[in-house]
């Protein structure tokens, strides 16, 4: 049997030993799929994406399953830094040059509002996530400082959005404490939290919504059509629409979008509980903290004043032998006095990627609908694919057909030779961070 992401690093049904598994609030578990079913939409996957997708299309009154091959949020939805972004993955300059100024400003609308829908699902269905506001871009070099100052400059003045600000290398040092960056970028409408238990959270509001919920559901064959036809091990399904929510998990299920979107891993560590005194030392006023590598690094404190420390990558189907050590090296750079803490949880999951680190959307005459490619933005993205999808199955297109135009193309050789191509091309980034 062919190697697949959503076995060959972790046993079925269950959550890796992490430290969001060890301190998430329980959620049932959830039946198979079984027998000749019938619905509206069937949905593939249940991370943000998917379950932000069932809960907005429940709302609207269609009859929506969520189909899992393991567990609700197992994937990249319960295993990521928890960082809520604002706007799209990449500046609004660069997003610019790539689409005009016209639906680059649609699209960090879009993201702006995607942050806010976080806060408002949060706060609408009583998800206790631990939210709280505040993301920083850290420069680790100091020729970024002058372009930080100008793009907080023009965000505030064409983009009117006063909640960026640029932080001089004096107050950087303040608010973190490393001695690898030189001045940054401070969000106050981004945020961050924990991200099973949001996940979680959807899961319930979309189940009270009158979505249905199958774990330990793989699929193993989608026919496009109309209608379409879903099939498990288990069940067979027919759906008007499908609605692909896999991102990085998605395996051969479709191979158009997987020219375009590519699985890597990623890989965290959480230390042992640190003293408050401590914590204030490392990231004074609690916000989370990112970091402008190509390779990048990502950070934060969590409720019980644990690091968790984002870093590292491989572009293999397997996960390093020992991902402690993968991370503490990255670690121990940014935070010298934490080289030799103890790690009490070490994981790794699978994102996704485009060739532009833009959103990958599809909405196809054959009745699939995608949603995925997030590339590092997914906890407010995917809960915004979401909402846009259940606009657009209700025939309101125009801000789903916004993001569908964003560039994704092909990588070069597409899904056949995307594993030997990119590991070269991002190896050269990471050689890049380290020498400029």
Not at 261 to 273: G, K, L, Q, R, Y
Not at 279 to 308: A, P
Not at 337 to 346: C, E, F, H, K, S
Request: proline letters at 5%; aromatic letters at 10%.
């Amino acid at each position: 049997m062919a190697l697949s992401l959503l076995d060959v690093n972790d046993r079925l049904g269950q959550h890796p030993s992490s430290w969001y598994s060890a301190s998430a609030a329980p959620l049932q578990e959830f039946p198979a799929a079984e027998g000749d079913l019938r619905y509206d939409i069937v949905i593939v996957g249940a991370g943000f994406s998917g379950l932000s997708s069932a809960l907005h299309l429940a709302e609207a009154g269609f009859r929506v399953c969520v189909l899992d091959a393991h567990r609700v949020g197992w994937g990249a939805s319960g295993r990521n830094g928890g960082q809520v972004g604002s706007g799209q993955r990449i500046g609004q300059d660069e997003l610019e040059e790539l689409v005009g100024e016209a639906d680059a400003r649609k699209a960090f609308d879009i993201g702006t509002e995607a942050a806010r829908l976080v806060r408002s699902l949060v706060s609408e269905h009583d998800i206790e996530c631990a939210y709280r506001p505040g993301s920083i871009e850290a420069y680790h070099r100091s020729r970024y400082d002058a372009e930080g100052r100008d793009y907080a400059a023009m965000m505030a003045e064409k983009y009117d959005y006063p909640h960026m600000r640029y932080l001089p290398p004096e107050e950087m040092r303040e608010k973190v404490g490393s001695p690898d960056y030189s001045g940054g970028l401070l969000d106050t409408q981004a945020g961050h939290l924990h991200p099973l238990n949001y996940a979680r959270g959807l899961a319930r509001a979309a189940l009270q919504a009158g979505a249905d919920i199958f774990e330990l559901s793989r699929v193993g064959r989608i026919q496009a059509g109309s209608p379409c036809k879903v099939e498990t091990d288990r069940a067979t399904i027919v759906a008007d629409k499908v609605v692909l929510a896999a991102n990085g998990y998605l395996g051969g299920l479709d191979n158009h979008v997987a020219d375009r979107v590519m699985p890597i891993n990623n890989f965290i560590v959480a230390t042992e509980p640190l003293d408050e005194a401590v914590c204030k030392s490392l990231i004074r006023d609690g916000e989370c903290v990112y970091d402008s590598r190509f390779v990048v690094n990502y950070f934060r404190l969590s409720e019980d004043n644990r690091m968790l420390f984002g870093g590292g990558e491989n572009y293999s189907y397997r996960f390093p032998k020992d991902i402690e050590a993968t991370v503490r090296k990255p670690m121990s750079r940014v935070f010298p006095q934490l080289a030799g803490v103890g790690i009490d949880y070490a994981w790794g999951g699978t994102l996704a990627i485009t060739y532009k680190r833009l959103p990958h959307f599809e909405f196809r005459k054959d009745g699939i609908v995608n949603i995925s490619g997030y590339s590092g933005s997914g906890v407010h993205m995917a809960t915004m694919a979401g909402k846009l999808v259940g606009e657009a199955l209700q025939g309101q297109m125009e801000r789903f057909d916004i993001i569908s135009r964003l560039p994704t193309p092909k990588f070069p050789g597409g899904a056949s030779l995307r594993w030997p191509l990119l590991p070269l091309a991002l190896t050269w980034y990471a050689l890049r961070d380290r020498l400029w």
